[in-house]
């Protein structure tokens, strides 16, 4: 199939035009950032994920894969156009859809001849996709049929071609037979496990779930989904506060809450709270939908209230670590990227706790083993260290702020060698408390009773 990706340089673009590409498609990614465009042409890109380089320099050599910053010719190639473009949020929480509906509107002037099918991968509030087919239908053109179908992306960054190629289901909303038996052919070889390894398939036998919808609810099946994973970060974070109140580990009760099958141990670990450029910018777009319908949902404040009370928690701990108070205390952070396995700083809840070290005077020394080009960029005032020694140097106290197992290999104790006082908190329970107050540490966890 002739495909295009539209904001083909951004995350979820890039992914799938690279994947679509390697099963075997013809993709042209567009996109506006020319940098971004000219340096993908060459095999090169900025975000780090597994496979990327790989995946992206056999497709560019095999001739399936073109980067364009024309939206025509993207528009003219294309029997599939994915929107992938970005729905930022505006500052009163809204979902910004200006840059999807763009996009429409040159559909409806520049569409090819006959039939083609515009897929909406972009997280876009329920009712967007009414907006578009009535942007399509106002301005169409004798000859061509352009038909709208929902498609919600659930991929993970850091995991983005296992969840690419190897989805949990995949989710089509549309209200024509026709566009929907296009994009279930689009996607019969992952359905059906067909993907080759070398392409990053994994074998299984059993299918992929296809669950079709209609538009609206494919559109809140992303919302959800998203707002029922940080329901369960802020549960599980209130949770270990309360565990460390009472004088319970955290970690055993997940154990114990886990093999409930109802309950499950996935997306359980708690720590800073939820960052990244999703979570909390679709509760935001889902709680304005809400009032936008008169409408209270509290379960969804309440999600985002406790997530915002988790800084304050970890902020406090550190506090008490350096004995009360920050000002000119030296605090060496482990870990800025909102996650591990990514060097994307976008609402990183590192830098939340970092902000809130430094307003109450605190000096900061950062390491994170992929994350350093983009926070020297970002953040010039940040003091970032390339070796994670040198960051702890003189610290009053170490902190853990994102889960790169690499921190667990280090030698603590030449850490505390070099450390003022060997105190750490580990807002992501990836150390071992034992072994660490063996060496003299005094060690706090989220969850975790103290010594
Ligand atoms: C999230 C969803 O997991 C994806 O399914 C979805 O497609 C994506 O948003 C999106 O809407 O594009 P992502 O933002 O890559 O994916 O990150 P997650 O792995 O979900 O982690 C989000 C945040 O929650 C991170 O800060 C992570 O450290 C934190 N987290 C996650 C926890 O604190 N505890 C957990 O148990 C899991």
Excluded at 54 to 81: C, D, K, M, P, Y
Excluded at 317 to 336: D, E, F, P, Q, T
Excluded at 339 to 352: C, E, I, P
Aim: a neutral charge.
């Amino acid at each position: 199939m002739n495909l295009s990706v539209v904001g083909g340089a951004g995350y979820v673009g890039l992914v799938t035009g690279v994947g679509f590409a390697a099963l075997g498609h013809s993709v042209v990614c567009q996109d506006v950032d020319e940098v971004r465009i000219n340096a993908l042409r060459t095999g090169h890109h900025s975000i780090y994920e597994p496979d990327m380089d790989r995946l992206l320099r056999e497709n560019l050599a095999r001739g399936r894969l073109h980067f364009t910053t024309s939206l025509r010719e993207a528009i003219r190639h294309g029997e599939i156009v994915v929107i992938a473009v970005g729905t930022p949020a505006r500052a009163n929480g809204e979902a910004d859809l200006s840059q999807v509906v763009h996009v429409a509107e040159e559909v409806a002037c520049e569409a090819r001849d006959g039939y083609q099918v515009i897929v909406v991968k972009s997280t876009v509030p329920v009712g967007t996709m009414e907006l578009l087919r009535t942007i399509l239908s106002q301005r169409k053109v004798e000859g061509k049929q352009v038909d709208v179908v929902a498609n919600p992306e659930f991929l993970r960054e850091g995991k983005a071609f296992r969840d690419f190629f190897s989805p949990d289901r995949i989710v089509i909303g549309s209200s024509s037979p026709r566009a929907l038996t296009l994009v279930r052919d689009l996607y019969a070889p992952i359905v059906r496990r067909a993907v080759p390894p070398d392409a990053g398939g994994r074998p299984d036998a059993s299918q992929v779930p296809v669950i079709e919808t209609d538009l609206a609810s494919a559109q809140m099946t992303k919302y959800a989904a998203n707002a029922f994973l940080a329901m369960r970060i802020s549960f599980i974070n209130e949770i270990a506060v309360l565990c460390e109140r009472s004088g319970a580990d955290v970690r055993q009760v997940v154990r114990g809450l886990g093999y409930d099958p109802r309950i499950g141990a996935a997306y359980l670990s708690p720590g800073l709270g939820f960052g990244g450029p999703c979570l909390e910018k679709d509760l935001h777009a889902l709680i304005k939908v809400a009032e936008g319908h008169q409408f209270d949902p509290t379960v969804l404040r309440a999600t985002l209230e406790r997530n915002a009370q988790q800084t304050v928690e970890v902020v406090g701990k550190i506090k008490r670590m350096a004995g009360g108070i920050l000002n000119h205390r030296l605090i060496a952070v482990y870990g800025l990227a909102f996650k591990a396995f990514t060097n994307d700083l976008r609402n990183s809840m590192a830098l939340r706790v970092i902000h809130a070290l430094q307003t109450e005077g605190a000096n900061i020394r950062v390491h994170d083993p992929m994350a350093l080009p983009s926070a020297r960029a970002q953040c010039p005032d940040l003091m970032c260290c390339d070796d994670p020694y040198d960051a702890a140097v003189a610290a009053d106290v170490l902190v853990v702020a994102t889960e790169w197992p690499e921190f667990r290999e280090l030698d603590y104790a030449r850490i505390k060698a070099g450390m003022r006082n060997p105190c750490i908190v580990d807002g992501r329970n990836l150390l071992d408390p034992t072994e660490l107050r063996r060496l003299g540490f005094r060690y706090a966890g989220v969850g975790i009773p103290t010594e």
